[in-house]
């Protein structure tokens, strides 16, 4: 099983960027699929995250409003689409999967990690 993360890199202050996470080696359709992220010297903190066969979506408050989280089921890829970014985004973002019966924003919940991203957002 392998989530491939993708798409992370240095933006400035106000602008966009889409993260990418490409799943393979199994079936996520009964799964949670959800981004998180780590800056330097903090917790991983929850993100977006989404039911891999539905489209209720879940936002941690500090994204809300300027963050999406998406899915193409074909590409078996979820994305999150990170509009207004500000220098506290600064991290780096992994993308997990979980078995769960309802959206979690707890890292011990996830079964499998991608390898993270690196967004820098300048001021």
């Known amino acids: 099983v392998q989530l491939q993360a993708s798409g992370g890199g240095l933006v400035q202050a106000g602008g966009s960027l889409r993260l990418s996470c490409t799943a393979s080696?199994?079936?996520?359709?009964?799964?949670?699929m959800a981004w998180f992220r780590q800056a330097p010297g903090k917790e991983r903190e929850f993100v977006a995250a989404?039911?891999?066969?539905?489209?209720?979506?879940y936002y941690a408050n500090s994204v809300k409003g300027r963050f999406t989280i998406s899915k193409d089921n074909a590409r078996n890829t979820v994305y999150l689409q990170m509009n207004s970014l500000k220098p506290e985004d600064t991290a780096v973002y992994y993308c997990?999967?979980?078995?769960?019966?309802?959206?979690?924003?707890?890292?011990?919940?996830?079964?499998?990690w991608g390898q993270g991203t690196l967004v820098t957002v300048s001021s």
């Open positions: 997990a999967a979980g078995q769960l019966l309802s959206a979690s924003a707890v890292v011990s919940d996830y079964d499998y």
């Open positions: 080696g199994r079936t996520f359709s009964n799964y949670v």
């Open positions: 989404m039911w891999w066969s539905g489209s209720s979506t």
